[in-house]
Nanobody
Framework: QVQLVESGGGLVQVGGSLRLSCAAS????????MGWYRQAPGKQREFVAC???????NYTDSVKGRFTISRDYAGNTVYLRMSSLKPEDTAVYYC??????????????WGQGTQVTVSS
């Protein structure tokens, strides 16, 4: 059983910073891509950023230059450093692990979500 556990959300003022973490646990052999999505109230979940197993990153335009995604050496923990936060960044942030290989499966997984609130 693979689980993703997120941490690091909270309340921050406009212009502030937060770092989100997401740790994958279980009998994991390999994770291809890890990323972050977010869902604001009344809106659909949207892509924020992702990083592949070889370190290639991709960001949605609205966070470029403000957010940085990274991954630990083992490849099972992903971080999202968020700076210059804006009220429109307020959302529940979800961690995603794409193409997670175990001895018996190859699946995608989601974390439970962590709330980020940016106050003005």
């Amino acid at each position: 059983q693979v689980q993703l556990v997120e941490s690091g959300g909270g309340l921050v003022q406009v212009g502030g910073s937060l770092r989100l973490s997401c740790a994958a646990s279980g009998s994991i052999l390999f994770i291809d891509t890890m990323g972050w999505y977010r869902q604001a109230p009344g809106k659909q979940r949207e892509f924020v950023a992702c990083i592949t197993s070889i370190g290639k990153t991709n960001y949605t335009d609205s966070v470029k230059g403000r957010f940085t995604i990274s991954r630990d050496y083992a490849g099972n923990t992903v971080y999202l450093r968020m700076s210059s936060l804006k009220p429109e960044d307020t959302a529940v942030y979800y961690c995603n692990a794409n193409r997670v290989a175990t001895m018996s499966s190859l699946d995608d997984y989601w974390g439970q979500g962590t709330q980020v609130t940016v106050s003005s």
